[in-house]
């Protein structure tokens, strides 16, 4: 038993029914034009409007943050994971590029350190208590520090 078919409206070849996006206004429930002829004339519109389509996503991401973050944060793990070695040579690029910058980073660092560890000596004097917490988060600091220099 063969597959039905149906005529494309823009190409006007017989193909499978596979072939059609779907549509429950039409009669038989498909698109009129098959998926490759409507992919075509939507590569062509953004390729004619292309400052109107950023447009339109600027807008929809303004009107949509959360979707849109827990978006770019699955897109980026999952590039992430598959770059390793091109997101260190970034990084790597990077820090060559920008010492100023690398080394003021590591200034405020090394400030946030002193500034914790002296407020570590002030709890520890008050309450023996938050000197305990106080010293998981510096190991803490002490481990993403050990990160940083590998």
Known sequence: MTEPEKQCTQC??????????NDKSKKDGKKHACKYCKSEANRKYYAANP???KEANRKCRAENPEKYKEYDRKACRKYYAANPEKIKESHRQ????????????????YTRVRHARNQCAVFNAQNPNKWEILQSKLKALDSTKTKEKE
């Open 12 to 21: 006007l070849a017989f193909k499978p029914l596979g072939d059609f996006g």
């Open 51 to 53: 400052e109107k389509i």
């Open 94 to 109: 990077y820090r060559a590029a920008n010492p100023e910058k690398r080394k003021e980073s590591h200034r405020q660092y």
